[in-house]
C-alpha cells in the first residue's frame, strides 16, 4: 500500500527521496510524488501516475530540490488514479502525505468547505493538510497544529507534514499505519519501512500508535497519546543493499524462490534439537501457556491463510487439537463462541495486514488463553501486539507474490504443531521422525527447486489460456489453494482450487481441451482417491499436470503431464510440493509478459482494510 519517506536535512534531499520511493515500489502503487521547501520560503511538488521513473523523468525535465522532504507512492482508496489525487496535498504553505484511511474525512470536509476551503482532490488525506493549514492560520506552529488535527482524525494513518514557514522541521505521525524514524547525522528521516532508508541510516526508531513525531536535523523528539515526551527505544538494522538487491535474478520473486532452502534452514535453526521442537522458541510466556490449550485459531489472509490451512490438517492429525482457520476480514466482524483454552494464531509476512491486526486486537477482548504471531517482520505492529512470536526469518521479501515467506510459515507451524502435540498424545518416537524429516527440508525444496526448466516448459502451455483448475486432496488442498492464488496474481489466468473430492459437484462441467488442470498428488493415503478424480478429468478431454512423489504410478501421455517432486514424507509434503507451483505461477507470468514483482491492482502489504 502507500509508502512514505520524508527528511529534514542540510543537504539536497530530493535524489535520497526518490530512491527512498523506489524502494518502497514493492509495496504496490499508482501513482507517486514528492515536496520540497526550498528554503527560500518556497513549496516545490512533482507528481506523477504510474511508475516512479515517470516521477524521475518529470524531476529531470523540471528540476526541483530542497533540503526538507516528503515523498509518497499512493495505492488509490479514495479517487481514481490520477495527479490531483496523488500525494503530497498541499494547503496553502503546509504539505501532507498519508497511508491509510481517514474515515471521517466527510464530515470534516463539509465543515471545512463551510469554513471556505476548497479541495482540489478526492482523497481523505487533502482535509489533514487542510485542518493543519487552518490550525496554522489560527496562529499555532506546526507540530501544534499538525497535533491539533490529528486528534480529530478517525481511522488508520502515517503522516508526514512540513510547512514553509518552518523549513527545518518535520512532524511525523503514527496510529496503525507503519511508520519509522531514521536516525542520521545531521538529519533525520520517516519512512514506511527501514527498506526505503537502507544506506542512508542504520538506527531506527519504531513509532507506537498514537505517537506524533516532532523531527529537526538535530533532533527527534517524540510524544504518545497522552502528550507526553517520550523516549522509544533505538534499533539497529544490519539490513544492507547487497541483501535486499536482485543480483543474478530477473525478478525478486524469483530470487525468493530460490531463496527458500536457505530461509527454511534459517527458520529451523536452534528450534529443533534431540528429536523435539524446542519449547523456549516460542518464549517462556507461550511453552507456559501451551499446558493449557485445547484448541486453536488461526486467523490470517491470502497466503498466510492458506499456510494456517495446511496447518488445520496438522493440528488435527498430529496433536489431536480442534483447530479452526479463518480470514480475518471474515473472523473481526462476525461473532465468536470462544472454546475455553483457545490459542489464537494469527500468521502475516508483513505483520501489518489491517485485518489480520484488527483481528488480532478484537481476540484480545475475547477471552483467548494466548495470542500467538507467526510473522517475518520482528518490529511489526502484530509482532508487538502479541503475547509471542515464532518469527519465520525468511528475510525481506519483495515480490508481492508470497513464496518463501509461505514455506518458512509451514515450517514454523509445523514446530508448533509439534510443540502443543508433545501436550496430546503425540509420541516422542513421532515427533522425532517430523523433527528429522524438518531437517531434510531445506534439501528436500532444494530438489525441487532442480523442476525448473521442465516447469518453464509446462509454462510455455499455459501461455494462451484464460483459466486453470488445480485440484488437491486433504492438507495438499491449501497447497493447490495458494497455486491457484499465485497463477492468478501474477499472470492474470483466473485459477480455481478445489479439493478434488468436489469435482463432481459442479466443476467438471467446466472441463474442456481448454483448461488445464493441475494436481498434487504425494504419496499419501488419499492417493487412490485423487487418482480417480483425475481419471474423470481424462475421460473429459481434460489435459493434466500432476505433480507427484516419486514412486507414485503415475503414466504420462500426450495430455497427461508427469513431474517428479523427489519423495517427500506425508508431513512434509505440502512444503515441498508448494515450491514447483510457485515456479510454474513465475514462468506463465513471464511468459505473459507481465510485472511479475508487482502485479497490476496489487500491494505487498494490506495495511487499509
Ligand atoms: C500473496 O501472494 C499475497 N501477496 C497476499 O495474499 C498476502 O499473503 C496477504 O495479503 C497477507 O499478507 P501478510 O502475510 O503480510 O499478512
Known sequence: MCGIVGSVSHRSICSVLVEGLRRLEYRGYDSAGVALLDGEGKLLRARETGKIRELEQN???????????????????????????????????????????????????????????????DTDTEVAAVMIHDYMQQGLGLFEAATQAIARLQGAYALGVICVSEPHRMVAARNGSPLVVGLGEDENFIASDIYALVGETQRFVFLDDGDIADLTPENVRIYDKAGSAVERPVTESRMTLDAVERGEYRHYMLKEIFEQP?????????????????????????????????????????????????????????????????????????????????????????????????????????????????????????????????????????????????????????????????????????????????????????????????????????????????????????????????????????????????????????????????????????LDKLKSNLQEVQARGGELYVLADEDVDFTGSERVHVLRVGKAAEEIAPIVFSVPLQLLAYHVAVIRGTDVDQPRNLAKSVTVE
Open 59 to 121: 524531476l529531470q525535465a523540471n528540476p526541483i530540490d530542497g533540503k526538507t522532504g516528503i515523498a509518497h507512492t499512493r495505492w488509490a482508496t479514495h479517487g481514481v488514479p490520477a495527479e490531483r489525487n496523488a500525494h503530497p496535498h498541499v494547503c496553502g504553505g503546509v504539505a501532507v502525505v498519508h497511508n491509510g484511511i481517514i474515515e471521517n474525512h466527510e464530515p470534516l470536509r463539509i465543515e471545512y468547505q463551510a469554513k471556505g476551503y476548497s479541495f482540489t482532490s
Open 262 to 526: 536457505v530461509a527454511l534452514e534459517k527458520t529451523l535453526d536452534g528450534r529443533l534439537a534431540a528429536g523435539q521442537v524446542v519449547d523456549a522458541a516460542f518464549g517462556q510466556a507461550a511453552a507456559a501457556a501451551f499446558d493449557h490449550i485445547q484448541a486453536v485459531q488461526i486467523v490470517a489472509c491470502g497466503t498466510s491463510f492458506h499456510a494456517g490451512s495446511v496447518a488445520r490438517y496438522w493440528f488435527e492429525s498430529l496433536a489431536n487439537l480442534p483447530c479452526n482457520v479463518e480470514v480475518a476480514s471474515e473472523f473481526r466482524y462476525r461473532k465468536q463462541v470462544v472454546r475455553p483454552g483457545t490459542l489464537f494464531v494469527t500468521i502475516s509476512q508483513s505483520g501489518e495486514t489491517a485485518d489480520t491486526l484488527a483481528a488480532l486486537k478484537e481476540a484480545k477482548q475475547l477471552g483467548y488463553v494466548h495470542t500467538l504471531a507467526i510473522c517475518n517482520v520482528p518490529q511489526s505492529s502484530i509482532v508487538r501486539d502479541s503475547d509471542s512470536v515464532l518469527l519465520t526469518r525468511a528475510g525481506m521479501e519483495i515480490g508481492v507474490a508470497s513464496t518463501k515467506a509461505f514455506t518458512t510459515q509451514l515450517a514454523a507451524l509445523l514446530m508448533l504443531v509439534l510443540a502443543l502435540g508433545r501436550r496430546h498424545g503425540l509420541t516422542p518416537e513421532k515427533e522425532a521422525a517430523i523433527v528429522a524429516q524438518l531437517q531434510t527440508l531445506p534439501q528436500q525444496v532444494a530438489g525441487a527447486l532442480r523442476l525448473d526448466a521442465q516447469l518453464e516448459q509446462w509454462a510455455a502451455r499455459f501461455g494462451d489460456k484464460h483459466h486453470a483448475l488445480y485440484l488437491g486432496r486433504g492438507s495438499q488442498y491449501p497447497v493447490a489453494m495458494e497455486g491457484a492464488l499465485k497463477l492468478k496474481e501474477i499472470s492474470y489466468i483466473h485459477a480455481e482450487a478445489y479439493a478434488a473430492g468436489e469435482l463432481k459437484h459442479g466443476p467438471l462441467a467446466l472441463i474442456d481441451a481448454d483448461m488445464p488442470v493441475v494436481a498434487v498428488a504425494p504419496n499419501d493415503e488419499l
